[in-house]
Structures are given as structure tokens and as C-alpha cells.
């Protein structure tokens, strides 16, 4: 009984040793939101396809004129611009549409932005 035991805890010992730090490090791995939002440089509003800024991802810089999205969908968003732009439900800017500030992030775009079909980017500063 005594051995039965022993051997039982010397097991669970091992298991523990081997698959814990594994599966810390793939924990670790899987939740970087902050990585990918890197890949936004100043001076650009950026979109993924994924949520929290994860997949396909597309940014724009020009001012002025309205930009087709070419993401099958748009599920995360960050302006990381001067200046403020507008996420567009349809690409010459008709429909609903959504302001976002300077510095404004949204990690799990829902609704109709999910499927936008243009960006803008103004001059101006705020919405």
C-alpha cells in the first residue's frame, strides 16, 4: 500500500514537472495582444480580421479620401493617429459609420462594423 502510494506521488511529480511549464508557455503565447498591436506604427489606423488585434491585417495612412478594406471582416481597430478617422459600412461612405478618436482602440468590433467596406482619414482632431 505504502509503495502503491509512493509510486503514485513520484508519477504525479513527474507529469507535473513535464507538462506544467508547457502549457504555461503556450498560455503565455496565445494571449499577446500587445504584439500584434505593434505591428501599428504612428501615424496609421490599423484593422485585423480577428479579435483583440489578431489575423489578416490591413492600415492605412492617406488623408482625405475613402479607403476600401480588403479583410474578409473587421473585427478589431486602432487609430493610432493624430487625428480622428471613421470606420464606413459601405465603401463610398454611405450607411453607418463609426468615429474613433485619436488613440482609440477597439478590440471585438460587433454589428454591422464587422463588415465595413471603407475607412476614412480626417484631419481633424476629435470627433
Known sequence: MKTTRFISVIVTTIVLSTVAPALSSSASAAVS????????????LCIWSGTNYSGSFQRFSATGSYRPI?????????NHRSARAFL???AAGNGYYTCLNPGQ????????????????LSTVAAC
Open 33 to 44: 495582444p500587445s504584439k500584434s498591436l505593434s505591428q501599428c506604427d504612428a501615424g496609421y
Open 70 to 78: 480588403s479583410l474578409y471582416a473587421v473585427n478589431s481597430i486602432y
Open 88 to 90: 464606413h459600412q459601405d
Open 105 to 120: 482602440k477597439i478590440a471585438d468590433l460587433v454589428g454591422w462594423r464587422e463588415s465595413s467596406q471603407a475607412v476614412y
